[in-house]
């Protein structure tokens, strides 16, 4: 409230839809075959429900996400560029090819990485990062000597939220 944020926080159909960045697909045995797809869509009706309900500042509309939801988030910013004012990853388990990046070009980014990730590897989110400077996108990498993937998520909130803070959308 002090801040003045909501947040919220959709599943994304299923913890297997990985919010559409793996693809229309996905899932195994007994998910629906366009798991992938209703995953991103079951974000995208979240968004919609609460500009809906609340005064939402279309040009204050910012992803976050952490590991699964740090690649998702990413996928979102580029499938739908318009719409954020500016995305957070932590750990962002996000794979594929990097040159999707240039649809987000004008989306700055706070990325945090843990030098001694287990789950997703520094070397994956370098790539990203080295992608963001060759585009020329806004962003701030930080990369923790010694840190992991589950602590980094918490630890970064106030520089995320200052960064937030000071990134509105350009229209």
């Known amino acids: 409230d002090d801040e003045g944020y909501i947040l919220v926080a959709p599943m994304g159909y299923n913890a297997r839809g990985w919010y559409g960045s793996r693809g229309k697909g996905g899932g195994r045995r007994g998910d629906p075959p366009n798991l992938g797809e209703l995953s991103e869509k079951d974000v995208m009706n979240v968004l919609e429900l609460t500009q809906e309900e609340f005064q939402i500042d279309p040009n204050r509309i910012y ?25 957070a990853v932590v750990a962002p388990a996000a794979y594929g090819d990097t040159d999707r990046l240039q649809t987000a070009k004008d989306i700055p980014a706070y990325v945090v990485q843990g030098d001694k990730d287990r789950l997703v590897s520094v070397r994956q989110t370098r790539r990203w990062v080295e992608k963001m400077e060759q585009i020329g996108m806004k962003h701030e990498y930080i990369e923790v000597k010694n840190g992991g993937h589950v602590f980094l998520a918490w630890q970064h909130f106030d520089g995320i939220f200052t960064f937030f803070a000071d990134n509105p959308k350009q229209n």
Do not use: N, R
Not at 63 to 80: C, E, K, N, P
């Open 63 to 87: 992803l976050f996400g952490h590991s699964m939801g740090g690649g998702g988030s990413m996928h979102l910013a580029m499938t739908y560029p318009d719409l954020w004012a500016a995305m």
